[in-house]
């Protein structure tokens, strides 16, 4: 535990921070303990929710990592968002949920060239409902890889969730596992798999955003390994 504080922080966090210690040390300079400690837990919990830790980020060209950090809520078929340009056919879709205590830096799952940026208002559901993906508010990319293969995510507020930040912009080239957002405070992010990809996550598995391989575009090792075809 004490390993995530000593992590670098997000610079968009240290407002929040500041503002959560400087609330706590005035119930300090009042004498309220009843109100000290929640704060001053508060601001603990913020230091930890801003984390920005490094990450072994996979430098195989044929493999997608997982664009957040959460856990794998469900993995189903499912059209893109229109916005994403990627047609009305079903894709495998996989969905990560995070909670209020996970890493919330949004990776990209490829190199490429960014494509797509949309941003669409909308409700504030809770993010594991499978109608968030088209009701809540959300910020779509699409990404181009070398080889002409588009690859959509999209991030998704939540409840909790009312800041959607996306760092990137069209005609900018990512590495993968590059940060290229955050939502703020619990959320979900959706990660639509091309045709032929094979499926190498489950649902409930947790990821690493940037580390963990959700799936293989060149597939010819992964049956070796068990993975599954959509």
């Known amino acids: 535990m004490l390993a995530n504080f000593l992590v670098p922080i997000l610079q968009d966090g240290w407002r929040f921070i500041a503002i959560f210690a400087g609330v706590t040390f005035l119930a300090a300079l009042t ?16 230091i930890y929710f801003f984390r920005d830790p490094s990450r072994g980020v996979p430098q195989d060209d044929g493999l997608l990592i997982a664009p957040a950090d959460g856990l794998v809520q469900m ?6 968002p229109s916005e994403l340009g990627l047609g009305e056919q079903p894709l495998t879709r996989v969905s990560i949920f995070l909670s209020v205590f996970d890493v919330h830096i949004n990776r990209t799952p490829c190199a490429g060239t960014v494509d797509i940026v ?11 409902a499978d109608k968030a993906s088209d009701e809540n508010e959300r910020m779509a990319i699409a990404l181009r890889r070398n080889d002409g293969v588009t690859i959509g995510f999209v991030q998704i507020a ?7 930040v996306c760092y990137v912009k069209p ?12 939502i703020r405070f619990g959320s979900r992010t959706d990660l ?3 045709a032929g990809a094979r499926l190498l996550v489950a649902p409930g598995q947790r990821m690493i955003g940037g580390e963990t391989v959700i799936a293989e575009l060149n597939a010819r090792d992964a049956t070796a390994r068990g993975a599954v075809e959509f």
């Open 31 to 46: 004498g309220a303990a009843w109100l000290f400690w929640p704060l001053f837990l508060l601001t603990l919990w913020s």
């Open 192 to 194: 639509y798999l091309p």
């Open 158 to 164: 939540g409840w909790v969730a009312r800041r959607i």
């Open 75 to 80: 993995v189903i078929q499912a059209t893109p």
């Open 171 to 182: 005609g900018q080239t990512v590495v993968a596992g590059e940060r290229f957002g955050h």
């Open 118 to 128: 949309a941003y669409r208002p909308g409700k504030f559901l809770n993010a594991a």
